[in-house]
């Protein structure tokens, strides 16, 4: 309800700003335009005059664009023509001026609808069967200019694409060399993930099989019973060390708790493995469980940033939040740490090329001193 009452009200300031504007557009192609008719005849002239005027064409569109993305999230291209500027602001004083109208209309529908429930108690009613008929002309009215302003909003987004882009062809080149970039960062992520295992193995498991293997060597070829015993002994320590180690390689290769039992169960194992407080908030509902491919993204992006905080932050608690909205699986990290995390880290990034395989996004905000928040977003159905 919150988030309906807020997009409501931003939709509302961005038709009210948009009608402002559109009075400036109109008295700009009024005087732009006679001022340009004046001097069509002499292109010296003409062309002296259209400096200034595709100045503030420009202008005017980059302030348009600002508004469209602030209050109404649409986006447009900064790569258009001044003439094209020109043509938007043109085609858009009206449709500016139509967004006012049905301001204006839903504050008299709202007005005549609250009469038909304050009127009873502020003054005499002589007539009930107007102030019904009022009162329900008003809501009717209300009703349709709400529309109206969708619509007029809606209409706002296609003339902005329209003529300022991004075209279609530039949407799907942009949209080529996204998939490219992401193409190369997920094998470049394999490639490090693969590097990651063959270490972990090399300075983890071997050393500790190796070890494990001199230990019984060394208790076969004793002869003092109590020796043999004790090597025994450090060989079965051994071997308990490195099934953990391995464990812990195989756990960070990919977590079986997430395909047996989903992942809030498979984060709540990264939680049981921390050393200090972690607070986990899963907003998500069990019926709604995240797809395989989101899930695991949004796994390990929980799971190495608990990691950093404790091996690189000083943290002494650590905050965790998944929630859905506006079909979006956000994930949150934030600790109480010294701050200063590099973005641009072997663990972040590879961090960043996972979410942008699946079109989502990762921020890091991590100012010195501290507190360090990372936001994933991941699409989710």
Partial sequence: MKSLVRRGLRLTAGLALGACSAVVELLFALFSGLALLLVQTRPRARSAVLRPVHRLARRLAEWERGRLATYLGAESSSAYTSERALRYLAARWPLGLLGAVCLLCALIGAAYGGYLFLGWFVGE?????????????????????????????????????????????????????????????????????????????????QQRLVALGMLLGRALRGQDPERREELLRQAHEESRLALG????????????ALDEAGLEAALETVVERISIPVRLDYGLAREREPERPVATVAYFVVAEAVTNAVKHSRATAISVRLKQAHGRLVVTVEDDGTGGADPEGGGLVG???????????????????????????????
């Avoid at 619509?151 to 998939?179: C, D, N």
């Avoid at 699946?358 to 501290?370: A, E, F, I, K, Y």
């Fill in 351 to 381: 961090l960043r090329r996972r979410t942008a395989a699946l079109d989502g996004t990762l921020d890091v905000h991590s100012p010195p001193g501290g507190p360090t928040l990372i936001t994933a977003e991941l699409p989710c159905a």
């Fill in 125 to 205: 009613v002589n007539s009930p069967v107007t102030v019904l008929f009022s009162g329900f002309a008003g809501l009717f009215l209300l009703f349709l200019s709400l529309q109206g302003m969708l619509a007029v909003a809606e209409l706002e987004k296609k003339l902005a694409r329209h003529h300022l882009g991004p075209s279609e062809q530039e949407e799907l080149q942009r949209r080529i060399e996204e998939l490219a970039v992401s193409r190369a960062g997920v094998v470049e992520a394999v490639h490090d993930e693969r590097r990651r295992i063959e270490r972990d193995l090399h300075d983890g498991v």
């Fill in 245 to 256: 180690d391995l464990r812990e390689v195989a756990w960070r290769v990919y977590p079986v």
